[in-house]
């Protein structure tokens, strides 16, 4: 009975967080980010404003999680997802590569919005930290439980060059256009996949030593 009042809890709490990072864009579209209250978002959500402090600490937080929402979750689960015979590298850089440059429809204009104010692209390039936690979980289960160290530190890396790369993404050279609107400059995947090329040695490397001692 625990497990089940834990389980309905925590879909709770999903609902909520969904609720409210969805009500925070709903208003950040069609009143612009600016002539958005935290108190707006919880009105919209039906909830309190305490409530809202609970999921999340701005309005830019909430805005950019219903671009972002679960995504590093999806990278974890992509990595396990490859094949055993496909290298680390190439099952992280791949994984990274398809789970950051697919927002689907939906989410295009939320990005043209993330990208025009400068406070949302720093929340923005900042959310590639939450892909270190689980991207590590999902390394150390293809390498096996052998080394403690050697998934975090390349999961922190790889959240590193990530990071990188949306920050040159969102912000070297980009140009105004009609309406006030900023165009990243380049190509997201290429940016990512440059970043992340000098990570393949060592995470081929760590894979490669784990085929030679795989955990007895």
Same mark, same amino acid.
Do not use: C
């Given at each position: ?7 309905? *809890? @925590? #879909?709770?709490?999903? /609902?909520?967080?969904? &609720?409210? %990072? $969805? !009500?925070?864009?709903?208003? +950040?579209? =069609? ?27 701005? *309005? @830019? #937080?909430?805005?950019? /999680?219903?671009?972002? &929402?679960? %995504? $590093? !979750?999806?990278?974890?689960? +992509?990595? =396990? ?37 400068? &406070?949302? %692209? ?5 959310? +590639? ?41 969102? %912000? ?5 256009? +009609? ?38």
């Amino acid at each position: 009975m625990r497990t089940g009042r834990t389980g309905l *809890r @925590e #879909q709770k709490k999903q /609902a909520t967080r969904k &609720a409210l %990072r $969805e !009500a925070a864009l709903r208003l +950040a579209l =069609t009143r612009g980010p600016e002539n958005v209250r935290v108190d707006d978002i919880a009105e919209a959500a039906g909830v309190s404003p305490r409530t809202y402090n609970n999921y999340f600490s701005s *309005r @830019e #937080q909430a805005i950019v /999680a219903a671009v972002t &929402a679960e %995504r $590093e !979750a999806r990278v974890a689960a +992509a990595v =396990t997802a490859r094949p055993a015979d496909v290298g680390l590298a190439r099952a992280v850089v791949d994984a990274i590569v398809e789970q950051y440059t697919d927002p689907g429809e939906r989410h295009r204009e939320a990005l043209l919005l993330i990208t025009a104010r400068p &406070a949302l %692209r720093d929340v923005f390039v900042d959310t +590639a930290g939450a892909i270190e936690d689980p991207l590590a979980d999902a390394i150390t289960r293809r390498l096996g439980d052998t080394d403690p160290h050697t998934p975090r530190v390349l999961a922190a890396s790889v959240a590193a060059a990530v990071r990188v790369a949306l920050h040159h993404w969102v %912000r070297a050279g980009t140009t105004p256009v +009609a309406g006030g609107l900023v165009v990243p400059s380049g190509s997201l995947p290429d940016l990512l996949r440059a970043t992340l090329a000098p990570l393949a040695p060592a995470l081929d490397a760590a894979g490669a030593r784990a085929r030679r001692h795989p955990p007895r």
